[in-house]
């Protein structure tokens, strides 16, 4: 291999450099140069074979070639997957079948391809079925064998399966493939709650009364929607059983019955109630009984979000004279802010699921971005910028995404990006207004 | 005989310096480089002409670093990247002749 240390001695490392190059003696086009720098790879280097054209259906759809198709993008979405296309093999991709991996280890070795996904579809009857199987290419190894039975309308959800599998067998961490999330979207004039599949595919309205209803929040074992509807006139607290549909009105004071938050065992929900004198933050069991308070006084105190062991809630209060921050015990003691200087003030914020970091939404420069900062205090990042208002962030289960709105685009859409703001990328695209995401567990 | 002159980007017009700036953001966050030895410096050259709209001609291989896999590692970052960001309107020419140097350098183990 050759060095380009020697040739390029001392040479605009991390720079931009331009370079001018007469062609020739007839010749004035400027020729300039550009480094592209790089260090050491931290992806996953993985390639997908298999997946035959299988056409299945009244409509003779081609679901073999779907389901590589989705694959690839569960795959790129992760997040620390390099995937290689089928293009940059050595092989045709898609004539490989199961059980004739061995053939091509060599090759994808030689590619320094780490992992290799072997897949295909077959049915039987309306029986759609999804074989996957994967392997370290260094060894040889088999990791994993599965197979998913559906039919031609759960083959997203198959594929989903498929990649979370994949995840945790190389990386020992529950993907996020199969999450959900819900969200509120504008439909002739009224807000209703949808869920939808974490890549936007699949939409289901949850609420449909025609009202407004607001703040969707999952509950950790992803059975259960709280959220807050106006379906009654005032803006009232429910819980909805996702299996049963059955709906449960938990918190219906006069006034605000507002933005709830889950704690981690799922047992109590913190949300925020006003009366003539302030909007305060509450704790009730989940179906509304033994209901505390946790802040007292006239100001606003809005937006709660546990730890994830449970012990403490950040939450959004003007008891400073602006929206900042705040973090307190689950008793509603030892009351500190959080964020100090961030912007004009800071609102929505949410733990992360490894509790390192809270997100959050501060005013900069008169638009709103989101940041980050650790539950100390300090090491504020800012993650998005220069792209409209983003707002209401919302973690993935394994901390390494975030789903957002933002007006970039003029209308409110979800967005989602990696955990450190790379990657952003538009999920809703139905021609209406979305926002208020809240991710599954 | 070409001859070859280094110029910072302090004598290169200002709407082109921050359009390299933007070409250089999108393909950087495109690349992703193979896995190699702990150590391990290699770059790989590559030409070509951006149009106005930011696509994309006369794509070549300047000098490769002789491993075919950091090559291509290269061109599936160009092919993720394009269309490029479209040429600055102060910048009046039809095409820019742009060459990338993809330099990979692998930490010290």
Do not use: C
Request: hydrophobic share 35%; charged share 20%.
């Amino acid at each position: 291999m050759r060095s380009l240390r020697g040739a390029h001695r001392g040479v605009w490392l991390l720079t931009l450099a331009a370079v001018l190059v007469p062609l020739s003696a007839w010749s004035a086009e400027e020729k300039f140069t550009i480094d592209i720098y790089k260090k050491e790879a931290q992806k996953i280097a993985i390639a997908i074979v298999g997946f035959p054209s299988f056409r299945f259906g009244v409509k003779g759809e081609d679901l073999g070639t779907q389901a590589g198709g989705i694959l690839v993008d569960d795959l790129k979405n992760a997040g620390i997957f390099d995937v290689i296309e089928p293009s940059f093999l050595p092989f045709e991709a898609t004539q490989v079948g199961v059980g004739q991996e061995r053939g091509i280890m060599a090759a994808l070795n030689s590619l320094k391809v780490q992992a290799v996904v072997v897949g295909k579809l077959s049915s039987r009857g309306n029986e759609l079925f999804l074989e996957g199987q994967l392997f370290e290419v260094a060894r040889g190894e088999r990791l994993s064998a599965k197979r998913y039975v559906g039919d031609q309308r759960t083959l997203r959800t198959m594929v989903h399966r498929l990649t979370d599998e994949i995840v945790f067998r190389l990386t020992g961490e529950k993907g996020t493939a199969s999450s959900r999330i819900a969200h509120v979207s504008s439909v002739d004039g009224a807000k209703e709650i949808y869920v939808m599949d974490y890549d936007g595919h699949n939409p289901v309205l949850i609420t449909g009364n025609r009202s407004i209803n607001l703040s969707p929040r999952w509950s950790p074992d992803g059975k259960k929607i709280a959220y807050t509807s106006y379906r009654d006139q005032n803006p009232d607290l429910f819980v909805v059983n996702l299996e049963s549909g059955r709906r449960q009105k938990v918190s219906s004071s006069p006034g605000l019955n507002i933005a709830p938050a889950w704690s981690p065992d799922g047992e109590w929900l913190a949300f925020s109630m006003s009366n003539d004198r302030g909007t305060n933050l509450f704790l009730s069991r989940a179906d509304g009984t033994g209901l505390r308070p946790l802040t007292l006084g006239p100001h606003i105190n809005v937006s709660p979000s546990f730890s994830p062991n449970g012990r403490q809630v950040v939450f959004n209060s003007d008891r400073g004279g602006t929206p900042q921050i705040y973090v307190m015990d689950v008793e509603g003691t030892n009351v500190r802010r959080l964020t100090f200087g961030v912007g004009e003030y800071s609102v929505s914020p949410r733990w992360s699921p490894r509790g390192d970091k809270v997100a959050f939404v501060g005013r900069l420069h008169g638009s709103f971005d989101i940041l980050l900062i650790s539950p100390d205090g300090t090491g504020v990042l800012q993650l998005t910028s220069n792209s409209g208002n983003n707002e209401e962030p919302s973690w993935s289960s394994d901390g390494r995404h975030i789903v957002f709105t933002s007006t970039r685009n003029g209308r409110r859409d979800l967005y989602i990006m990696n955990a450190d703001g790379s990657n952003q990328r538009r999920l809703t695209k139905n021609g209406r207004d979305n926002y208020l995401a809240d991710w599954s567990p | 005989m070409v001859a070859e002159t280094g110029v910072t980007v302090g004598n290169t017009d200002p709407a082109l310096a921050y359009y390299f700036v933007l070409v250089q953001d999108k393909i950087t966050g495109n690349w992703t480089p193979p896995k190699m030895g702990p150590g391990t410096t290699a770059g790989v050259n590559v030409s070509l002409r951006i149009l106005r709209s930011g696509q994309v001609r006369d794509l070549a291989v300047d000098a490769s670093s002789g491993d075919r896999i950091l090559d291509d590692s290269a061109l599936r970052a160009l092919r993720l990247s394009t269309p490029l960001p479209p040429l600055p309107p102060l910048f009046k020419a039809e095409t820019l002749y742009l060459q990338l140097r993809f330099t990979f350098v692998g930490e010290k183990s």
